[in-house]
């Protein structure tokens, strides 16, 4: 029942829309803007001396569907995953500092069950979207670019392993949510223990293993394979894992 | 039937980091060794003064806050916190009631009654019913709770307290954010909830408790004071605390003056003040009603006055929460000195 409430807040506060919105739109751009750029740049070089136009013509490459998901990557890893952390940084300190918490608490639903709906509901959104944004990206790309360059398979292989990337981001920001009283505090502690793990990834002989390689661009170019991702996989369960039960384990715990 | 709420040896402490040194612990006894037994069908008013214990202590009931020590018991089943099944049978409305403010009314309704497992149906005939009873135009169920005033608010907050059919229903402070009309509305309905729920209804506005309820309880420091049905305080503190107005004709001011001399010759009356018009009326304080009922004629009389008006003015409830209250508070100092 909570969890219903929870997608229908979702929708009406405008909230799990601007994600979806901004994750169609990311699916749909990176294919058009990779198509269109060097047609942008031909315009630009018609009024350019003939020496900078060859340097430039040099340069640029003819557009392809690997652009296209690379342009895709790039894109969804600064917007996206900044967008999923606002979307849902407030979903339980928004909660509490405005005491609609402490209120329906009182009702017959607990903690756990409170916590989860919450949960839940944001995978289902993350879900959705990203929906949007690969069946987009994957449409636009063939529609554009008929190379055959790409495996689909790998494609859906790469949305598979981001998916759960998002689940893992999606229990920072519950267990940054929890700790916290204010969605501009919960904000802060997402991006920081976001920032943390991404800067993982640098110390030598553990940083390899570390979640946020499945979200790997090599496996739509087959420069790596499942197995090389096997113990970031295990690991990124792990700590979403702990994410999760902590968050549910200190909401348990809290005074409201 | 069983109690409708018992508090047991209920304790709260906080614990709070000193600002000068972090490794200071401070603890602050919100709740201190609470007992109190409300009976079934009672409107029990929960008085105390800001700061006192009583939002502490009606979180503890309804499981938002965890006691430090002691026991609840809601008609004899023990309150546990985190778990929504032992406090089911209360409805809670907080001082400032906060709704999603995305939803209807209708909707927060639905949303409240289906938590508690109630089938559509029931919620729909269970809304329709309190709707009756407080007084709640059926139109606005489909207005979205932001739009609502706050007096719209608290209705709407009473009305979610009493969905689910429960045998108690804690009210906090709910008439001290409201203006007087709120206020008036607020009260018609508490009143009209009497027989048919028992009500603990906390606050420091006494007028509200003298309209509505028919038992206190006064809480200071955490720790209860005062505790039984209005009628009962009232009589007792007025045999402790009385305040007598005697009115004599004004005619000689020297016997007047030897009279008031002599009085103070007894510990358990004090001089208050005087007026004079026509005749003069004279208050007195007296901690034994009986006493002075005995002493002060026979002395007036052989003072060489005469008595026009004789008689004890009973103690409200104002006087009797400033006298429990401010006596604790003294004693504390004494204690401090």
Known sequence: MFFKKEIVELIKTVKGIVLAIIFLVLGISSPLLTKLTPEILKMALADASPEEAQVLSAVMSAPSSLESYSQFFGNFNSIGLLVVII??????????????????????????????????????????SLVLAMGSQILYTKFLFDDNLIDIKYVMLYFALLFLYLI??????????????TVTSATFFAFLIFIVFNILPSVPKI???????????????????????????????????????????IFNRQEL | ????????????????????????????????????????????????????????????????????????YIYGNKIEFGKPAS?????????????????????????????????????????????????FDKKRLKNKISTFSRGMKQKLGIA????????????????????????????????????????????????????????????????????????????????????????????NKLILDKFLEAIKEFDFISYINSEEDENIKLSFKTSDRKKAGEILPKMIYENGLSLIKFEFEDANLEDIFISATSSIVSQEKEAVI
Do not use: W
């Open chain 2, 160 to 251: 979610v307290a009493l969905i689910n059919s429960p045998d108690l229903i804690m009210l906090d402070e709910p008439t001290s954010a409201l203006d007087p009309i709120g206020r008036k509305e607020t009260i018609n309905i508490i009143n009209s909830l009497r027989g048919k729920y028992t009500v603990v209804f906390s606050t420091h506005i006494l007028n509200d408790v003298e309209r509505v309820c028919d038992r206190i309880a006064l809480i200071e420091k955490g720790s209860l004071i005062l505790d039984g049905s209005i009628n009962d305080i009232k009589s007792k503190y007025s045999g402790l605390h009385s305040v007598l107005n005697v009115e004599i004709p004004a005619n």
């Open chain 1, 87 to 128: 979307v849902f940084a407030g979903i339980v300190a928004n909660e509490k500092s405005k005491n609609t918490a402490a209120y329906i608490l009182t009702k017959n639903i607990s903690r756990t069950q409170f916590i989860l709906s919450k949960f839940v509901s944001s995978v289902v959104f993350v879900f959705v």
């Open chain 1, 168 to 181: 893992f981001i999606l229990t920072i920001v519950l267990f940054s949510s929890v700790i916290t009283k």
């Open chain 2, 1 to 72: 039937m069983n109690d409708a709420l018992k508090l047991v040896n209920l304790t709260k402490i906080f614990s709070t980091k000193s600002i000068n040194n972090n490794k200071t612990e401070n603890k602050i006894i919100a709740v201190n060794n609470l007992n109190l037994t409300i009976p079934h069908g009672s409107v029990y008013g929960f008085l105390g003064r800001n700061g006192a214990g009583k939002t502490t202590t009606l979180k503890m009931i309804t499981g938002l806050s965890k006691p430090t020590d002691g026991e609840i």
């Open chain 1, 207 to 249: 940083g390899k293993y570390m979640p946020s390689d499945i979200n790997n661009f090599g496996i739509i170019t087959q420069a790596k394979n499942i197995g090389d991702l096997a113990v970031n996989i295990i690991i990124a369960v792990i700590c979403l894992i702990i994410f999760l039960f902590s968050s549910v384990k």
């Open chain 2, 87 to 135: 406090y089911k049978n209360i409805g809670f409305l907080p001082d400032v009631p906060e709704f999603y403010s995305f939803m209807t009314a209708r909707e927060y309704l639905f949303l409240c009654g289906r938590l508690h497992k109630m089938s559509d149906n029931d919620i729909k005939n269970k809304i329709r019913e309190i709707f009756e009873l407080i007084n």
